[in-house]
């Protein structure tokens, strides 16, 4: 099983670009997390799907949209990439929406320049 | 990488050494916990969890105590071991959120 699979494992944008991180789970979880981490913030909530056909805002979901494809697979998109928005981008599933362990990819890390 | 370790608080420690984490939450609801690891370049991967009904739990090497009444949880690593370098994440869920991620902790373990 590979679990959580992101891509890209880099990507440099310019400002005003737009692109998709993809990402897909193996496990039939239900549940799907995307995070950014900034040094020294820890991991912050962008967006989730606690289950096929709907998504939510996390903590800081300005400037990203987001679109649960079908069970396996949960997409961020940034419409028009800030400087702000350099960061790595972590993709989570788990297999209910709370009180279980999140399965984490590795990563995405995204360069704005 | 390790620019997910800046401005971290650091643990250093001696190879077979005890390594004691610790994390203050906020959430007197959270009802359960986890601790994850992330080395250079890598996501975060699990380590231990533990319920609310338990104040203590043991895995390999490793321990999990959890304090309700000070909401305050820590992690104990028994003979830390150079690959035990890494930052180290508490998570908080209650029933009504999504996980929570503490800041992190940077441990060093020198052979």
């Known amino acids: 099983n590979a679990g959580v699979t992101q891509t890209p494992k880099f990507q440099v944008l310019k400002t005003g670009q737009s692109m998709t991180l993809q990402c897909a789970q193996d496990?039939?979880?239900?549940?799907m997390y995307w995070y950014r981490q900034d040094p020294g913030m820890g991991l912050r909530l962008i967006y989730y799907s606690a289950s096929e056909g709907t998504t939510d805002k996390g903590e800081v979901p300005n400037g990203y949209n987001v679109s649960r494809l079908n069970k396996r697979e949960f997409s961020l998109r940034l419409e028009s990439a800030a400087p702000s928005q350099t960061s790595v981008y972590f993709c989570?599933?788990?297999?209910?929406?709370?009180?279980?362990?999140?399965?984490f990819g590795q990563g995405t890390r995204l360069t704005v320049v | 990488g390790e620019s997910v370790g800046l401005h971290l608080p650091t643990l250093s420690v001696q190879e077979g050494d005890n390594s004691i984490i610790n994390c203050a939450y906020s959430n007197s609801a959270s009802d359960y916990f986890i601790w994850y690891k992330q080395e250079s370049g890598k996501g975060p991967q699990f380590i231990i969890d533990?319920?609310?009904?338990?104040d203590k739990r043991q895995g390999q090497r490793v321990t999990v105590l959890l304090n309700k009444t000070v909401k305050h949880l820590s992690l104990q690593i028994a003979a830390t071991q150079p690959g035990d370098s890494a930052v180290y994440f508490c998570?908080?869920?209650?029933?009504?959120?999504?996980?929570?991620f503490g800041k992190g902790t940077m441990l060093l373990v020198s052979p």
């Open positions: 496990m039939n979880h239900n549940s």
């Open positions: 989570a599933s788990t297999p209910l929406y709370q009180n279980t362990e999140a399965f």
């Open positions: 998570a908080e869920n209650s029933g009504y959120s999504t996980l929570t």
């Open positions: 533990i319920r609310s009904n338990m």
